[in-house]
């Protein structure tokens, strides 16, 4: 389903990520690891489309991704709806003036029918116990709500692979416990799980370990 051939990429000359090669299957959950600065964050954005390979090849799909193919309107609205980005921090992800909007604007890009739209937004409220906070404007919410405020605004959208950025970080116990089962239940319904993360509770969860190293070598572990 996402396939790396020998990507390399940098930034200013610097290389972040030195000839990547691997592939995730459907339905895999790959936590990723690596120390700071390692590019974890650098790769969960390749992923998601927002920058390109300058060598080498990521096919998702059987498609190449690549700047022309990203600008191919009808394509991009096809990949972000398949593939959805939970990023580190929700403040850099959440910018309509209601959680409800948040949640509805997704489906909204996606052409779905208004109930339709309706639907999604108040069952993924519910699920995230959010329904009360439906009105609120995302900037007056905890850090703990604001992520669960991004991650429904990716759940109405119902992706088959999600991509997390550090989903723990600035979370306290309780919402770590949740998130950790949330996760566990993408897993089960057969979603394509990639987690970016330094804590090695989220270990349990993966099939496979994605490790950048230092070098910005990257290794796929099974
Ligand atoms: N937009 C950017 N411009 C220049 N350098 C960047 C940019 N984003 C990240 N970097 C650098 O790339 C390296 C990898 O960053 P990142 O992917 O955020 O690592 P990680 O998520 O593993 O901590 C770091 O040295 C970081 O400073
Ligand atoms: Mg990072």
């Known amino acids: 389903m996402i396939h790396f051939d020998d990507v390399c990429y940098a930034y200013d000359g610097e290389p972040v990520l030195r000839h990547a090669s691997f592939t995730i299957k459907k339905g895999e959950t790959v936590v990723l690891r690596g120390p700071n600065g390692a590019g974890k964050s650098t790769l969960l954005r390749m992923l998601n489309g927002l920058i390109y390979p300058?060598?080498?090849?990521?096919?998702?799909?059987?498609?190449?991704?690549?700047?022309?193919?990203?600008?191919?309107?009808?394509?991009?609205?096809?990949?972000?709806?398949?593939?959805?980005?939970?990023?580190?921090?929700?403040?850099?992800?959440?910018?309509?003036?209601?959680?409800?909007?948040?949640?509805?604007?997704?489906?909204?890009?996606?052409?779905l029918a208004p109930d339709e739209i309706a639907c999604r937004v108040d069952d993924a409220l519910e699920l995230l116990g959010l329904a009360r906070l439906r009105g609120r404007a995302p900037y007056t919410l905890s850090g703990g709500e604001k992520k669960k405020t991004a991650i429904a605004s990716i759940l109405t959208m119902n992706p088959s692979v999600w991509t997390f950025d550090e989903p723990l970080s600035a979370l306290d116990e309780k919402a770590q416990a949740w998130l950790r089962e949330f996760l566990?239940?993408?897993?089960?319904?057969?979603?394509?799980?990639?987690?970016?993360?330094?804590?090695?509770?989220?270990?349990?969860?993966?099939?496979?370990?994605?490790?950048?190293?230092?070098?910005?070598?990257?290794?796929?572990?099974?």
């Open 54 to 111: 300058e060598l080498g090849t990521y096919h998702f799909c059987d498609t190449k991704i690549t700047a022309d193919k990203m600008r191919d309107h009808c394509y991009s609205k096809w990949f972000h709806q398949q593939m959805g980005f939970v990023w580190q921090n929700p403040d850099a992800q959440l910018f309509c003036a209601s959680v409800a909007e948040e949640l509805a604007f997704g489906p909204e890009q996606m052409g």
């Open 184 to 222: 566990q239940a993408l897993k089960d319904a057969g979603k394509t799980l990639i987690i970016a993360t330094h804590d090695a509770s989220l270990s349990t969860l993966a099939d496979r370990m994605l490790t950048i190293h230092a070098d910005h070598s990257v290794e796929l572990l099974s």
